[in-house]
């Protein structure tokens, strides 16, 4: 599975990105798609998954404000942030997987990342 991110950019705090990710070589169905990011200095931070069924798991830092969905005729998961903070400020990287996690360790597939810099 070959994954491409894209949607990043420039917004003010306060403002809403919506970052995709298209997959190809193999459809998304089969896997749980998750968002990552990683801010300059710090660990890769899970964002927010979906399983195959459809459930949905949200990072503490997120919830409320971010929504995880995807478009399997497309073979694309987005990722909606609305209400964006400075510390929102990352690389946000799509992955995806067998197993159903929070751990980047359990991801096999990876983007190459999207920037994504809130303004304060």
């Known amino acids: 599975v070959q994954l491409q991110a894209s949607g990043g950019g420039l917004v003010q705090a306060g403002g809403s990105l919506r970052l995709s990710c298209a997959a190809s070589?193999?459809?998304?169905?089969?896997?749980?798609v998750g968002w990552f990011r990683q801010a300059p200095g710090k660990e890769r931070e899970f964002v927010a998954a979906?399983?195959?069924?459809?459930?949905?798991t949200y990072g503490d830092s997120v919830k409320g404000r971010f929504i995880i969905s995807r478009d399997n005729a497309k073979n694309t998961v987005y990722l909606q942030m609305n209400s964006l903070k400075p510390e929102d400020t990352a690389v946000y990287y799509c992955?995806?997987?067998?197993?159903?996690?929070?751990?980047?360790?359990?991801?096999?597939?990876w983007g190459q990342g999207t920037l994504v810099t809130v303004s304060s």
């Open positions: 070589g193999r459809t998304f169905t089969i896997y749980t």
């Open positions: 992955a995806a997987g067998s197993v159903y996690s929070g751990r980047s360790s359990t991801y096999d597939y």
């Open positions: 979906m399983r195959r069924s459809g459930g949905l």
